[in-house]
């Protein structure tokens, strides 16, 4: 707890550019979730360079995806919104956990079988240990609530285990994190392939909606998206395309399942492409007019990098410092 409130960690990488599924999923998720918690949220820079990165390029990124958190309404004097690169105490504490993680629990991690997979000439050991160092950013706030999309559920059970394996040994050192799944988007689904998760890193387009999109672009996507030839708007398995445009279409706007046949009934999919372009234009519109009036905001911007991190810092050590006893290393004289 921190000042009488749970607590919430969430991250995201700055690789590639935000899809909407990282704003359905996820960030949406964190602005409904940030009044009741206490809250931190990371550009996981250090979780980027497991894969190869131009420097430039990602300096770059990571400032756009802070100032995107603050644009979609995350407020940065009540929320830690910061670099994971400013605090010191991740590296240190997924240091300390890989020493209590089983090379097997690594092994059976999808992602690392997805990313080896797709970068065969680089599979360094941080992409290896990559779900450690995940650990590591989540119980070093102690936080209670972690809102992701279903993708990092697989990284959220190890953090579980490690922290109860870890309390098992020293007692109660780390509060065990619950995952926070939306009941709507939490996997949006590639728009070209609907079998597979819309993704930072496809190399079609067309696939993701960018949260950088404008207008035309956004529509011209939804236009091309893949459905199907029933020709019948259903919200059913047997109808994955279909079933993603709906998908996009309420967690845009709120609506439930029921509202949406309704309104679709005996309608075309022309139909529908179009209401989904205006749903997601409505959100990404807003959003892309923030980020640009902080881009110019350079004072204002570099003020939250530097208060924020030194937040964190403040609450990382706390749990740092009880871990680093508790495992034996020697006290540090003052
Ligand atoms: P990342 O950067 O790949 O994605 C950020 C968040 O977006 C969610 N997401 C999606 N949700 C719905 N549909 C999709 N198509 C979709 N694609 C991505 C992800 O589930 C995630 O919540 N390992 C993490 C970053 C991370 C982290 C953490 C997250 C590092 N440390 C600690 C939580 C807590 C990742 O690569 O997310």
Known sequence: MINDKKVLFSGMQATGNLTIGNYLGALKNWITLSDEYECFYSVVDMHSITVRQNPAELR???????????????DPEKNCIYYQSHVSGHAELAWILNCFTYMGELNRMTQFKDKSAKHADNINAGLFTYPVLMAADILLYQADVVPVGIDQMQHLELTRDLAERFNNIYGDVF??????????????MSLQDPSKKMSKSDENPNASIYLMDDADTVARKCKR??????????????????????DIY???TGKSVEEV??????????????????SVNSVLQPLQARVAELEKDKGYVDSIIKNNAEKAQYYSNKTLRKVQKKIGFPERIR
């Not at 770059?60 to 995350?74: C, S, T, W």
């Not at 046949?261 to 205006?278: D, H, N, P, R, S």
């Open 225 to 246: 998206a893949v459905t199907d030839s029933e020709g019948v708007i259903l919200y059913r398995d047997e109808q994955p395309g279909v079933k993603n445009l709906l």
């Open 261 to 278: 046949l309704k309104e679709f009934e005996g309608q075309g999919y022309g139909v529908l492409k179009t209401a989904v372009t205006e």
């Open 250 to 252: 309420r967690a845009c």
């Open 60 to 74: 770059k990124r990571a400032r756009k995806l802070l100032q995107i958190y603050i644009a979609a309404g995350l």
């Open 175 to 188: 509060t065990v994190p619950e995952a926070y799944i939306g009941k709507v988007g939490a996997k949006i």
